[in-house]
Structures are given as structure tokens and as C-alpha cells.
């Protein structure tokens, strides 16, 4: 039966039916082999099995996919006969296929390779006389058993302890041999692992190692399928947005080998350093071994270029004699296999304008490339390949501004040890500097407990011999991840560097012992809980905990920061409550405040006490006389904001906090309030009693605390202008704008409104001279956002507060929203945390119906955002196309909102 829809596509040097803009159908790989193909590189022949095939198996199962496709998949192994010359499971020179897995973005949960497939017990003789070489022939085969078995039947280790059964009897077989390597094993020890290994499969499975090699292929085949659907691919997708209904294709490829002998080599290679960003061709190979040797990090890799090897030699501290008798590069190894994979590198690099990640292998001789992609790297070294790229003219500035993910430049702004307290620090071990940053915690070796730990309230480091996708989770919570072993492509490193996490892998002189859960350096042993810090970007570890400082940032920042100015429509300003803080901002751009929270002005130095009094205030005499006190702190306070801000628009917000949050609610802290303010303890007690609140959140707060006591909002009122007037009389360009929080009727901003307009007129009369300052309200209640018209009609400008409406709209306390959204993230109930990602059906819909209609009620009203969603990229962009005139979020996330505003212009 043959189906009108086409599932497998070709890709070879005679037909090629792909091409790079098809991922959606085969794959990221997939496209970009047959985009190789098709640029005259050269990749072992094959062909993709579509994404289309796998919604196919996911909605109607394996018998019904097979029907479909069982055709196409025949021919297209017999023209990968046709071009090798050799036949699928032919015993004498039998063909052998790679299996891997290929979905639209790279999915390290899934399942991934399965290579040599197609032997057993004939065909392995037949290889091992076309290779004319038993011992390679052999150890592919025990290789194939131990991938299949693991990944297509399933076979997993019985105990957190047994790490990996097969791992299990190779270092028992190498025990009774005597032996330390793999590579030390002997034809008949590899036979004797094949006999083994197929026992353990039928003991444990219950079920005979398949010989037939269609039976193997279909196997794999419906395995990648599967794998799609299992609960690591299910986490990866969770974390990373990838949406289910993508599915994987699966890739057939003919077999090429990279332990044939000393001619022969497999390896990985990044266009650029995909941790610094540097424009320097690196990457890591292993003669005569295959793909998954450098992957799982067991032997110690080499590198690609001199400059790379000499670079690894310092910090592995070895010395150049030694670099160039053990660890040449394959500049210097195969100058001429080198130059081909160097030409191979431009012409991918230039092809796709992005830095690229490659994987070859070297078959006696002879090069071959197994996959490109765009390579994952560091937020720096997306910064820096971005600007660079564009000074190098291979991207226009748009290009270069949608390179760089927002989120990413958290990266960047990340702590670096203290400089003084990292050179007290004891060095114990060194790695490869995987995934930069610093990091320290308590080391924790199983990524179950990191996460209960974590729940704990502890930070760790987690500590393993290497990282596979179930530690996933462990991995994503804790502060940085040691590895024993691993090159810089080693699970843990792609991992880490995807995650922005603090990573150091293949540090070999940490011997981990999972059973006794010790890490042993030397002759010191470490225990679970130890203290521990990494230096990702260097590879060193130490011992203890070292404090951390803010990380320096580099002129390419700069110079994609100003780029963002060219392409942003919106504004971005910062929510900052200090001048230190206001200057932070301004230093990453903001170009203004857009909130300034006066509460967390009352709790600094000795203002407290007279805000308690206040609060204690019998009548408004009494609180008259406390707020007398308060002035000229916040007088104070307001003068700061307004110098560190020069020419640019502060908004300061009108008290907003219930009262209650002023005093201390247990009994120790009201007696020593009531002894440093001379009152009786009864007397405390009894107005933190008047002031409790069964809904805080929805009670005495807000303007409502500014109806009850207006003396307050005079106070803050006079506060401000009065620091304005100061500030101007000192030549600085002043720009205040009074904000009324927490409003939900037109009568509540006039009240407020009146009492600010009459103390600002008074002060202008005392002084004798005037000052322009804007009076506005904040929209965080659903009803002022629908009445938003007639509140423009009376207020000048709009803050959303997206907390509070989000709060409010969803009925989601802020408070509690914490022990039940997990279970609402999980089901898939809201897509995102609605605190972190603004609802856009809900919370949004309201922002855009507000700024409309405040728009026509007064035309050029100024709208902006000043919840926490102001510094959510997602959340910026639909601020961007809901018209607002900027956002506001704290200091650090400015360059994000920056980028993030960028990008959405450039999306439009
Ligand atoms: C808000 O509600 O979004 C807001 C900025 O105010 P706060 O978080 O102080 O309530
Ligand atoms: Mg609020």
C-alpha cells in the first residue's frame, strides 16, 4: 500500500529531497543534512523519517504508522545500498545504519543515537574480514548491544548505586583482565561482553536481543518515536516551551567509523567558542573512537586547533612537550583532514550566519560531517558573536538584536567571586570551564535530593560523575554542577551552558563515590553538605564557600544595548525606592523611575519610630506631630531621586502598604518597641488587635489609608514638591510626577487629587515660585480599569499596577497564589505563572481596553507598566503592541526590558 503523503526524504551526494527551511518536517537535523547535501559537503547517505510520521504514531499507534511508511522506508535503505555498495544485513559486507532522533529544536531528553545497527552474530564476522580488523568488529557490535539495549529495550540500572549495568560487567570483565581501559580489552573479552551483555538483556527484559536487522531498524525507529512521549522529553519540553504536538523525525544514515584504527577519529566542532563568543574555530576530538566516546566524557578529549590545545594544556597544566606527544591537535595531527573541516566550518558558518556546532567523524582517512546546527551558547557569547557578526557584515542589526534572548543577559549580570576572598580560596580540583559563572553551595550528589534540598531552603552544587538527562531537574535548580568526567560537549556542559548555569565537567581528580557519598581529591575526602564553589568560567573548583560579587560588563553589551535605543518604541524605566539604586538604573539605561515605593523609605535608619508613632496617634493632632517628623527624611529622600535622575521623570507613589505591616507582630519585638517609645505594652497590643486584617491584600491599603488619614498624603505630598523646588533652586532638571495607588473610582482620585493640588499650591505660595509636576493614578483594580476614561479625565498619566490586577482579575492572592499554582502550571491550566508572564487574555485584555480609553477621554494621556511583568520580555511585547508609552521594572532587568522592547519593534 502506498500513502499520497511523502514521509521519508532522501539526503545523500545523488539525491537530496530536504533542504534547511524544512524543519518542521524533518527535523533540525534532518533539514540541515540535506542542506549540507545540497552544498556539496560531505555526509554518509540516508534519509528522514517526517515529524508528520511521529503525530501519526502518537494519535493512532505503531501497526498503523507502519503500514504508512514501511514502503518508503524500504527503498530508502535500498538506495543507501545502492550508493555504499553494500547490502542491509548482508552477512558477508553487511551495511550498517546509525538511528537518531530529530526534532524541530534540540532535545537532550530524547532519545538520540543508536549506531552500528544492523549486526549480529554472522554479520559481525563479515565485518570484522571487510575491515579485515576482529577487534573493531567486535567492539562495535558490544557497543550496539549496549545502546539498544539501554534505549530501545529499555534496560535501566536496578539502583540509584548500579549507575549502568552494562558499565557494571565492562568493569568487572576489565577487573578479571586486569586492565584500566576499554580500549585495553581484547577481541575475546569484547566476545565475552557480547555473550554477557545479551544474557542480561534476556534476564532482566525477559526477551532475546532481536538479530534480524529489520526487526532491529523498526525497533529503533519506533523507539525514537516513543522517546518523544517519555517524561524527561515531557520536563525538557515543560522548561524550554516546546510545544507537543512538534513530534521528532527519525534520521537513517549509513555508518561511518571513527575507530578504525589511528587514521580514523570522531569529534565536535563550534565555529566560535560558544562560551566567550570568541571568532576562534575549537571543538574537541578522540581518535579511533565513536560519537558517544566524547560524549560521555570517559577519556580525555583533544583539540582541534593548536591555539585551542595550547589554551587547554594551561589550565590542565600540562606542559608543551607533553601537549604535543599526547594531546597534539588535529592541526598538527592531520593538517590536511583539518584544513577540510576548517573549509567545511566557513563555508556552514557563512551559509547560515550563525556560529555553528558540528559533528564529524574521520573514516580512515576520510572526512565526514554528521550534523550542523546553530550551537547553543552562553548569554556572553551571544552577545558577543551578535555585535560581531554584525561588524563583520554576515547580519544586518535587526538580525543581530533578535540573536540575543532577553533572558539571556541575566547571564551577564551574574556574581563573580570577591576577588580578595577568591584568592584565600583553596583550589582543589580543575575542570573544563564548561558554563561560566560562579557558584557555591553544599554539594549533593543524586539530583533527587538537590531538588528536596532546595525545597529546604539550601543552595547546592551538584557533584557527579557526568549528568544525564534524568538529573535534568536537579540540574535546573541547583547553583552550579560539577562533573568527574566529560569534555566541553559532555551533557553536563550542553546542559548547563543552555540553563546559563555555573558548570565545570571533566575534572578528574574528583573521585565520587555514590554508595559512600563522599567526593574524594587527593587524600581529602568530602562529605554531602560540604561547602563548595565553582569558577565556571575559569574551571577551578574550592573548597568552602566564597561570597559572590556583581559581574563586570564588556563594551559589546554596551554596544547592543545602544542598538536597542535605535528600534524601541517603548521606554523603559526602573522601579527604584533609593538614589543608589536610581543610579544603578540609570547606569543600564533606564531613562527614568517608573515607581518609586515610599514605604520602603519608612523603615530605613530611625524613621520607624516616628512612623510608629504615627501609627500609635490617638487622633490627627497626634499624627500631625509624627508626620512633622517624617518630612524632612522624605524631603530628604525625594532630593536624592530627583539629583541621580536629572532631567528625566521620577513617579513616586502615595503610601500603599496596610498599616499593620509598620509593627511588630510578635511579642518580643512589641515590647522593645514599646520601651524605645515609652508606651505601654497593652497599648501596642491592643492597636496591632484594631489593625488586623482578615484580607491585608484587599483591605485598609492603598488610597483608602490616604481617604481615612489625608494628613498623610499632605505630608508626602509637601515631601515632594518641596524637594523639587530644592532640587531645581540647585539647577537640576526636575521631572516629578505624584501617583495615586490602588484607585477604583473617579471620587477617590479627586479626594486624593484635591489634597495634593492644595498642598502643592501652598507650597508654591510659600516659596513664591512655581514647578510643573504631573498627577496620575495607578490602574492595578479591574473597575479602574474600566472606568479608565473617566479617571484620564481627571488624572494625567496611567501606571498599571500589573501585581495588583493580575491579583485582582485572577483572584489569585499574591500571598497564596504559591501552594497552588505548581499544580496549575502542571496541568497546564495557565500556561505561565500569571505573576511572572502577563495574562494576556485576562489582565491583558483590561491593560489594552484602559489605554484606549484613557487615550480617548485625554488624548497623549502617558501610559506605562510598573508590576513585575514590566521586565518579562514576553510581557514587554505585548506591552509594545498594546501601546503603552513605557514599562518599569527593577534596575537589573533593564538591559532585559531594553532588548526585549527592541525586539518587539523589530517583530512588529
Ligand atoms: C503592582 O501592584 O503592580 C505594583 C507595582 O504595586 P505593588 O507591587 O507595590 O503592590
Ligand atoms: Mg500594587
Redesign the pocket.
Known amino acids: 500500500m502506498s500513502s499520497p503523503v511523502k514521509y521519508v526524504y532522501a539526503f545523500s551526494a545523488a539525491l537530496t529531497e530536504g533542504e534547511a527551511a524544512m524543519k518542521n518536517l524533518l527535523g533540525g537535523k534532518g533539514a540541515n543534512l540535506a542542506e549540507m547535501c545540497r552544498l556539496g559537503i560531505t555526509v554518509p547517505p540516508g534519509f528522514t523519517i517526517s515529524t508528520e510520521a511521529c503525530t501519526e504514531f502518537t494519535d493512532k499507534g505503531q501497526a498503523h504508522v507502519f503500514e504508512l511508511i514501511r514502503d518508503e522506508v524500504a527503498q530508502g535503505v535500498a538506495r543507501v545500498e545502492g550508493e555504499m555498495g553494500k547490502r542491509f544485513g548482508d552477512p558477508a559486507d553487511p551495511l550498517l545504519l546509525s538511528v537518531r532522533s530529530g526534532a524541530r529544536a534540540s532535545m537532550p531528553g530524547m532519545m538520540d543515537t543508536i549506531l552500528n545497527l544492523g549486526l549480529n552474530d554472522e554479520a559481525v564476522v563479515g565485518l570484522a574480514r571487510k575491515a579485515n580488523n576482529e577487534r573493531f568488529a567486535w567492539d562495535s557490535y558490544r557497543r550496539f548491544i549496549q545502546m539498544y539495549g539501554d534505549v530501545v529495550m529499555g534496560l535501566k540500572p536496578v539502583s540509584k548505586e548500579e549507575h549502568d549495568p552494562f558499565e557494571v560487567i565492562i568493569d568487572m570483565v576489565k577487573e578479571k583482565r586486569g586492565v584500566k581501559l576499554d580500549t585495553d580489552l581484547g577481541t575475546d573479552d569484547l566476545k565475552e561482553l557480547v555473550q554477557r551483555f545479551k544474557s542480561l538483556i534476556r534476564a532482566r527484559i525477559g526477551r532475546d536481543f532481536p538479530t534480524d536487522p529489520w526487526e532491529q531498524l523498526w525497533g529503533a525507529v519506533f523507539a525514537v518515536f516513543e522517546s518523544w512521549n517519555n517524561d524527561r522529553a515531557k520536563v525538557y519540553r515543560e522548561l524550554n516551551d516546546i510545544p507537543q504536538s512538534w513530534g521528532t523525525a527519525v534520521n537513517v544514515q549509513a555508518m561511518v567509523f571513527g575507530n578504525l584504527g589511528d587514521s580514523s577519529a570522531t569529534g565536535v566542532a563550534f565555529s566560535r567558542d560558544a562560551g566567550t563568543g570568541e571568532d576562534l574555530f575549537n571543538g574537541e576530538f578522540l581518535i579511533n573512537a565513536q560519537g558517544e566516546d566524547v560524549v560521555a566524557g570517559v577519556r580525555t578529549p583533544q583539540q582541534i586547533s593548536r591555539l585551542g590545545s595550547q589554551r587547554w594544556a594551561q589550565l590542565a597544566l600540562v606542559n608543551e612537550e607533553e601537549r604535543r606527544s599526547q594531546f597534539p591537535s588535529l592541526e598538527e595531527l592531520m593538517p590536511d583532514i583539518y584544513q577540510q573541516l576548517l573549509k567545511a566550518e566557513t563555508l556552514l558558518e557563512n551559509h547560515f550566519r550563525d556560529m555553528q556546532d558540528m559533528e564529524f567523524t574521520i573514516q580512515e582517512g576520510k572526512l565526514w560531517m554528521l550534523q550542523t546546527r546553530n550551537g547553543k551558547r552562553t548569554g556572553a557569547a551571544m552577545v558577543r558573536i551578535a555585535v560581531e557578526m554584525l561588524k563583520q557584515g554576515m547580519i544586518d542589526e535587526k538580525t543581530a538584536l533578535l540573536r540575543v534572548a532577553p533572558e539571556r543577559l541575566n547571564e551577564l549580570l551574574h556574581p563573580v567571586f570577591d576577588t580578595h576572598a577568591v584568592k584565600a580560596a583553596k583550589v582543589i580540583a580543575r575542570g573544563l570551564p564548561a558554563s561560566p559563572g560562579a557558584a557555591t553551595g553544599q554539594i549533593v550528589f543524586f539530583a533527587d535530593e538537590a531538588e528536596e534540598w532546595v525545597k529546604q531552603g539550601k543552595v547546592v552544587i551538584l557533584v557527579r560523575l557526568e549528568t544525564s538527562p534524568e538529573d535534568l531537574r536537579g540540574m535546573s535548580v541547583a547553583q552550579g554542577i560539577l562533573t568527574a568526567r566529560g569534555g566541553m560537549t559532555s551533557h553536563a556542559a550542553v546542559v548547563a551552558r543552555g540553563m546559563g548555569k555555573c558548570c565545570i565537567s571533566g575534572a578528574g581528580a574528583v573521585h565520587v563515590d555514590y554508595k559512600a557519598r563522599t567526593m574524594t581529591i587527593g587524600d581529602t575526602v568530602y562529605q554531602e553538605g560540604d561547602w563548595l564553589s565553582l569558577d565556571g568560567s575559569t574551571g577551578e573548583v574550592f573548597e568552602g564557600r566564597i561570597p559572590t560579587v556583581e559581574a563586570g560588563l564588556s563594551g559589546d553589551f554596551g554596544a547592543l544595548m545602544a542598538l536597542t535605543d535605535k528600534y524601541k518604541r517603548l521606554h523603559v524605566r526602573a522601579?527604584a525606592d533609593t538614589p543608589d539604586d536610581a543610579k544603578v538604573a540609570r547606569n543600564f539605561g533606564a531613562t527614568g523611575i517608573g515607581?518609586c515605593?515610599t514605604e520602603h523609605m519608612f523603615f530605613a535608619g530611625d524613621r520607624i519610630l516616628a512612623v510608629r508613632e504615627m501609627i500609635l496617634a490617638n487622633d490627627e493632632a497626634g499624627r500631625r506631630k509624627a508626620l512633622a517628623k517624617l518630612l524632612p527624611m522624605q524631603r530628604g529622600d525625594f532630593e536624592g531621586m530627583f539629583r541621580e535622575m536629572n532631567g528625566l521623570p521620577v513617579t513616586i507613589?502615595l503610601l500603599?502598604?496596610p498599616l499593620h505591616e509598620f509593627i511588630p507582630h510578635d511579642e518580643a519585638g512589641q515590647r522593645t518597641m514599646a520601651n524605645e517609645m515609652g508606651v505601654p505594652l497593652g497599648k501596642i497590643k491592643m492597636r496591632v488587635e484594631e489593625l488586623h486584617e482578615f484580607n491585608p491584600m484587599m483591605g485598609h491599603r492603598g488610597c483608602r489609608l490616604g481617604i481615612s488619614y489625608p494628613e498623610i498624603t499632605e505630608m508626602q505630598a509637601r515631601a515632594v514638591i518641596e524637594a523639587a523646588l530644592n532640587m531645581k533652586a540647585r539647577g537640576f532638571e526636575v521631572k516629578a510626577e505624584i501617583m495615586v495607588?490602588?484607585v477604583g473610582t473617579v471620587r477617590e482620585f479627586d479626594a486624593q487629587a484635591k489634597v495634593i493640588r492644595q498642598t502643592a499650591a501652598a507650597v508654591f505660595a510659600e516659596r513664591g515660585e512655581q514647578l510643573e509636576y504631573l498627577l496620575g493614578t495607578?490602574i492595578?483594580t479591574p473597575r479602574a480599569a474600566v472606568i479608565a476614561d473617566s479617571i484620564a479625565r481627571q488624572a494625567e498619566f496611567f501606571?498599571?499596577?500589573?501585581?495588583?490586577?493580575?491579583?485582582m482579575t485572577l483572584g489569585f492572592s499574591?500571598d497564596d497564589a504559591g501552594k497552588f499554582l505548581p499544580d496549575y502550571l502542571r496541568k497546564g491550566i495557565y500556561e505561565h505563572d500569571p505573576f511572572r508572564s502577563i495574562d494576556q487574555k485576562g489582565v491583558g485584555a483590561l491593560v489594552e481596553m484602559a489605554v484606549r480609553k484613557g487615550q480617548q477621554a485625554r488624548p497623549g494621556i502617558e501610559t506605562g507598566?510598573?508590576?513585575?511583568?514590566g521586565g518579562d520580555p514576553a510581557s514587554v511585547e505585548f506591552f509594545h503592541g498594546a501601546g503603552l508609552d513605557y514599562v518599569s521594572c527593577s534596575p537589573f532587568r533593564v538591559p532585559i526590558a531594553r532588548l526585549a522592547a527592541a525586539q518587539a519593534a523589530i517583530r512588529e
Request: glycine share 8%; aromatic share 4%; charged share 30%.
Open positions: 522601579n515607581l515605593r507613589r500603599d502598604p495607588p490602588l495607578m492595578e501606571s498599571f499596577g500589573t501585581n495588583d490586577l493580575t491579583q499574591r507598566v510598573c508590576g513585575e511583568h
